[in-house]
């Protein structure tokens, strides 16, 4: 069955560390975004990619960083920058930027803690 | 700009009862309009969407939502709420390249 893998489930970064989230998807979508959410607050866009070698920057891209060389996969690296990344962090694709009638669909989401 | 707003942070309904969430959105031409369900500590899924033709859509596990333009909504329906419909729904408008959700509405349940 096609759909979107994220790992791991559970992320614990100390302070001053790079930790990178994956997110791999066999649904041969062009589009993948990457969001974070934390309670009360919805989902917010950190990351997306139209295609392969190209992706912009979302609402809250400071301290995160990604690259999309494959069209399956779109990793996110959360840098030592990024002051209060705990919160948990969910990959999503779609047919294309272009087309958004046809929804998201998400992975099943990593929750990031600092210790 | 686009906006979304969910006015209800959290519902409880009785197990059986009919259940609505409200969804409001701003957005300068028409939307495409979604709402998601998420369980606890899982991704989304999609409910159901909206972006022509009949403004009153159903999707999966018995929901419905309307569209109505005069009044900005795309408010969630069911007419009778099970137990396993206990979670967060969110709404979401997109346009161009964006997708944007609301804060969300958890439900919750009672027996």
């Known amino acids: 069955d096609g759909g979107i893998t994220q790992s791991p489930k559970y992320l614990f970064r100390k302070e001053g560390q790079n930790v990178t989230l994956s997110c791999e998807q066999n649904l041969n979508h062009d589009a993948m975004y990457w969001y974070r959410q934390d309670p009360g607050q919805g989902l917010r866009l950190i990351y997306y990619?139209?295609?392969?070698?190209?992706?912009q920057k979302g609402d809250i891209a400071e301290g995160y960083s990604v690259s999309r060389e494959k069209k399956e996969s779109f990793p996110l690296t959360v840098t030592s920058a990024q002051k209060n990344p705990t919160a948990f962090y969910l990959c999503?694709?779609?047919?294309?930027?272009?087309?958004?009638?046809?929804?998201?669909?998400f992975g099943s989401g990593t929750r990031l803690t600092v210790v | 700009a686009q906006s979304v707003t969910q006015p209800d942070i959290h519902i409880t309904v009785s197990e059986g009862a009919s259940l609505e969430l409200r969804c409001n959105y701003s957005y300068g031409a028409t939307p495409y309009l979604f709402w998601y369900v998420q369980s606890p500590g899982q991704g989304l899924q999609l409910l159901l969407k909206?972006?022509?033709?009949?403004?009153l859509v159903q999707g999966i596990k018995g929901f419905e939502a309307e569209f109505k333009r005069s009044q900005s909504s795309f408010n969630l329906r069911k007419p009778s709420v099970h137990w396993s419909d206990a979670a967060e729904y969110f709404c979401?408008?997109?346009?161009?390249?964006?997708?944007?959700f609301g804060a969300g509405t958890r439900l919750f349940v009672k027996a």
């Open positions: 999503a694709s779609s047919t294309g930027t272009a087309e958004p009638r046809y929804g998201y669909t």
């Open positions: 979401a408008v997109a346009g161009g390249f964006k997708t944007i």
């Open positions: 990619s139209q295609i392969v070698n190209d992706f």
């Open positions: 909206y972006f022509s033709g009949d403004t």
